[in-house]
Structures are given as structure tokens and as C-alpha cells.
């Protein structure tokens, strides 16, 4: 079985940074893709970042040059930098893996505000 667990949520002021992280248990976390989705009140969940096995990654046009997905194998984890935050960054964020990125974490509350 597959867990996902995020970490470091918070608040945080416009400008400010902030890094989270997602450790995943299981097998075979190194052939896997994994992925930081976000979620806002009475907004669809939306792709945030995909980083592949092999390293490659692609962002949503809101985020691109602001946050920095990356992972480290060897600790099964993922990680999501996030600098110059703006308020519409505000939302529950769920990091995404495992086989066919099936599995979701319980997801962690970032808010911007000042």
C-alpha cells in the first residue's frame, strides 16, 4: 500500500516562502512520478507541479518561476518550494504518487495572507 503524508503548511505572508514536503511509503518510489496538486474553497483541485522518475518537470502557468518541485529518492520524498506566495496561492495542497499517480495525501493548508 502506498501513504502519502504532507508536511509543512502554514502561514505565511505575500513575498514570503514556503517549502513542503510529502514522504511516501511503499514500493518502486523511484519509478514513480509524483505530483503537488492544490485545491482552494469552491475551486476544482488543479494540477500544481509533476516531477517524472527521471527528473523532468512541469508546472501550471500560475506557478511557473515561483515554485520549485523536486524530489529525493533515496528518503521517498517529494518536496514543493514555493516562493513570492501570493494570496490566490492559498489552498489545501495534496501531493500525488505511486503507480499511474493514483494515491493522494490528506493534504496540507497553505494560506497567504498578510
Known amino acids: 500500500q502506498v501513504q502519502l503524508v504532507e508536511s509543512g503548511g502554514g502561514l505565511v505572508q505575500p513575498g514570503g516562502s514556503l517549502k513542503l514536503s510529502c514522504a511516501a511509503s511503499g514500493s518502486n518510489f523511484e519509478i514513480n512520478a509524483m505530483g503537488w496538486y492544490r485545491q482552494a474553497p469552491g475551486k476544482q483541485r488543479e494540477l500544481v507541479a509533476v516531477?517524472?522518475?527521471?527528473?523532468?518537470?512541469n508546472y501550471a502557468d500560475s506557478v511557473k518561476g515561483r515554485f520549485t518541485i523536486s524530489r529525493d529518492n533515496a528518503a521517498n520524498a517529494v518536496y514543493l518550494q514555493m516562493n513570492s506566495l501570493k494570496p490566490e496561492d492559498t489552498a489545501v495542497y495534496y501531493c500525488?504518487?505511486?503507480?499511474?499517480?493514483?494515491?493522494w495525501g490528506q493534504g496540507t493548508q497553505v494560506t497567504v495572507s498578510s
Open positions: 516531477i517524472t522518475s527521471g527528473g523532468t518537470t
Open positions: 500525488r504518487g505511486g503507480p499511474f499517480l493514483r494515491y
